[in-house]
């Protein structure tokens, strides 16, 4: 069911600073930052030639990474995202499965303009999935 890796996510302190590493230091392409105010992040885009890296800062007081980052607060891998053809039937399977699906268990508009979902981590061995319509 699941497709490409379409991303890795992590969460960071410092996002100028982790722009700067991924670009000075490891020298990759970075994009420039984007708010994402329904998902309460700013996120930074990093081109690899197999898939992209997403950083990602708090955006808001509701932000779902000031808790990630109290927990780890120089910063750690935060979900990994797999695209899948159609979300809604991937979504049904893995709900009949008896997988937990985040929030109201609609799919969001994510920060590639796509539907988005997310899994529960703990039906995912410890990893936040999300699961991407491409
Ligand atoms: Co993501």
Excluded: W
């Excluded at 410092?14 to 984007?34: F, H």
């Excluded at 607060?73 to 990994?80: A, C, E, L, M, Q």
């Excluded at 609609?106 to 303009?113: F, L, R, V, Y």
């Amino acid at each position: 069911m699941i497709g490409r890796l379409n991303h890795v996510a992590i969460a960071v302190p410092d996002l100028e600073a982790a722009a700067s590493l991924y670009r000075d230091t490891l020298g990759a392409k970075v994009g420039a930052p984007q708010d994402e105010p329904d998902h309460g992040v700013t996120v930074i885009f990093i081109e690899l030639p197999n898939t992209k890296i997403e950083l990602l800062y708090p955006l808001g007081d509701a932000s779902p990474i000031n808790g990630f980052l109290a927990k780890n607060p120089s910063g750690g891998i935060h979900h990994i995202c797999y695209e899948v053809d159609d979300i809604l039937a991937a979504r049904d399977k893995l709900k009949a499965d008896g997988a937990r699906v985040l929030g109201t268990g609609e799919p969001k508009i994510g920060a590639h303009g796509k539907p988005v979902l997310f899994l529960h981590p703990k039906d995912f061995t410890g990893t936040l999935v999300e699961l991407e319509q491409v």
